[in-house]
């Protein structure tokens, strides 16, 4: 048997698509059209990569992009006085403050300044909370964009075997928490977790979001499980440019399970669209408009 691949980039660009047809629908009803606000502070190469990237989807679904590029020795206070100002900006819809932050910095104190209403990356404990509780609430974007993946392929999740390999407040938690609200059975386990094999063995679906090259191996999976590989490692060739892979060992999963997303090209496409997604739902929240449909 050979594993389905599961089209991220494609997925994503379906749902960037349908985000840029809504937002004619809100400038109407609104007289503007959505905000997002990103802001990065020093020279770390691949996050100006991933913000450039951001500002492109931004502009390419209709939306307005605000960019704020801080030096690297920008001072904290300096960097909350924007985000207080960013809160109060009602052309703002979403903040994004770009990860990491220098090392002088207390993200999580610049997390918790961001208006949770605003806080399209959906990683103030207020978000968390309201999704530990079922509540209407900004859910972080990759395990959101994991989950639209995974009912794509599989419809109604209700009663499947889940297990989550990684705990982080990022990835980890937020989609055990998903899961369970799609009515699954979901395991959380991580890098130190004793016999691994043996939970993955019985999981129909597993999600990788360890940070370990190609950890999770494909004998270890139930077959035709359906497996999200939310890793993105870079590992030495013999050219010396390296490769990416993700936490799974793709070509061994390939023989056991039923469908994987590949890396690159499954999950990290997600990541923007569902920013945007977000984007518009707090633009929406924020006008008080139902949510938008169909998103």
């Keep these: 048997m050979t594993a389905a691949i599961i089209d991220g980039k494609a997925f994503a660009a379906r749902l960037r698509a349908r985000v840029a047809d809504a937002v004619p629908l809100f400038r109407e009803e609104v007289g503007r059209v959505p905000g997002l606000a990103v802001v990065i502070v020093g020279e770390d190469p691949a996050s100006q990569v991933y913000v450039r990237s951001k500002g492109r989807a931004t502009a390419e679904a209709g939306m307005e992009g605000f960019a704020h590029t801080l030096p690297a020795d920008t001072t904290q206070d300096e960097l909350l006085a924007l985000v207080d100002a960013l809160n109060r900006d009602q052309a703002v819809d979403g903040i994004l403050v770009q990860l990491p932050l220098p090392k002088h910095m207390d993200e999580a104190a610049v997390i918790a300044a961001i208006d949770p209403d605003k806080d399209v990356d ?15 609430g900004l859910v972080p974007c990759t395990p959101l964009g994991c989950l639209m993946l995974l009912k794509d392929r599989l ?141």
Aim: hydrophobic letters at 45%; aromatic letters at 2%; proline letters at 6%.
């Design 155 to 295: 419809g109604d999740l209700t009663g499947l075997d889940a297990l989550v390999i990684g705990r982080s407040n990022i990835v980890g938690k937020p989609m055990a928490q998903l899961l369970l609200a799609e009515s699954c059975t979901v395991t959380v386990a991580h890098s130190r977790t004793r016999d691994l094999a043996r939970l993955a063995a019985r999981a129909d679906i597993v999600v990788a979001a360890v940070g370990r090259p190609e950890m999770v191996k494909g004998d270890w999976l139930k077959p035709g499980a359906t497996v999200i590989d939310v890793g993105i490692n870079r590992v030495p060739t013999e050219d010396g440019k390296g490769r990416l892979v993700g936490d799974v060992d793709h070509a061994s999963a390939m023989e056991t399970a039923g469908a994987v997303t590949p890396v690159p090209g499954g999950v990290g496409p997600m990541t923007i669209a569902v920013l945007l997604r977000n984007t518009l739902a707090a633009a929406h929240a924020r006008a008080g408009l139902p949510p938008p449909a169909g998103l």
């Design 122 to 136: 959906g990683f103030h404990v207020v978000n968390a909370g309201r999704l530990a509780v079922g509540a209407e």
